[in-house]
């Protein structure tokens, strides 16, 4: 049998307190993410401190949407351990959650702020789906949201380097990097985001967008998964909720443009 030592997933002990890679690497995706987006505020005619006011708000209202959405899909076991529901150190938040939050959140600072919500998401779409693509990192260093069992053939075959490849060696089996994948798939769509919003379409596309990209990515991938959330026995939440987001969004896109007094465009 194979001998492969993980990463350790703790970047620092001081005493008692352990700092995890994970919240190093989720920090980092979301300082850069807010430094893109308050770059971008700023030429869209924004004060500079508007998203950082945003996340203020925004960042723990998500963190929390995010556990309550995922112990609400594992009630089986939260109703059996409710000592456990708070407990967000041993793991278990669910980005449809966060997203969820974040996006409630925004639409209620908006109106308080006098702005619009669609100007707002579609200048923080590029830094949120970079977000993800960087976060995804944080599940390498865990060694979760993996897909199912693969050869290390079948790995060595994808080019990947050897740190990659002996991360997904898991108690004496290797698992797809469904956190590649989808780390890989997200930044494609930051790029393509960039590009959307040089294109001045109309507001509320360029985020639009983003929820259909990130969707089509997550519905396939999610596929792969072994720690899927259910909706039922056979239906994955994250691909139920997938479908009915890009349904939505690609409608909610195609309904806007018919309506003529909807003239506002990105860089308006």
């Not at 970047?11 to 980092?28: K, N, V």
């Not at 996340?55 to 594992?74: G, H, K, M, S």
């Not at 209620?108 to 949120?128: R, T």
Request: glycine residues 8%; contains cysteine.
């Amino acid at each position: 049998m194979e001998t492969i030592k993980p990463l350790n997933p703790i970047a620092l002990e001081l005493g008692p307190l352990s700092i995890h890679w994970y919240g190093i690497i989720i920090g980092t995706g979301l300082l850069l993410g807010l430094y893109i987006a308050t770059n971008e505020a700023v030429k869209r005619g924004l004060q500079k401190e508007v998203f950082t006011d945003l996340v203020l708000w925004a960042v723990p209202i998500a963190l929390i949407c995010a556990r309550i959405y995922y112990v609400i899909f594992n009630w089986s076991y939260y109703s059996q351990h409710p000592d456990e529901i708070i407990a967000i150190w041993k793991g278990g938040i669910a980005i449809h959650g966060a997203l969820i939050g974040a996006i409630v959140t925004t639409v209620v600072f908006a109106k308080k702020k006098n702005l619009s919500f669609w100007k707002l998401a579609d200048i923080a779409a590029p830094s949120i789906i970079l977000g993800q693509a960087i976060g995804r990192w944080g599940n390498f260093m865990n060694q979760e949201a993996h897909g199912g069992p693969v050869s290390r053939e079948f790995l060595e075959s994808l080019q990947l380097p050897d740190f990659i490849i002996n991360q997904m060696y898991i108690e004496g089996s290797y698992y797809h990097p469904t956190f590649l994948y989808e780390s890989l798939w997200n930044f494609i769509g930051f790029l393509i985001l960039l590009i959307f919003q040089r294109l001045n379409l109309k507001r509320g596309e360029v985020f639009l967008t983003y929820v259909i990209w990130y969707s089509i990515g997550r519905f396939f991938i999610e596929g792969m998964r072994t720690d899927s959330l259910m909706l039922t026995d056979n239906l994955r939440m994250a691909q139920v909720l997938s479908v009915v987001l890009v349904i939505t969004s690609t409608v909610l896109i195609l309904y806007r443009r018919t309506r003529k007094d909807l003239t506002a465009r990105y860089k308006d």
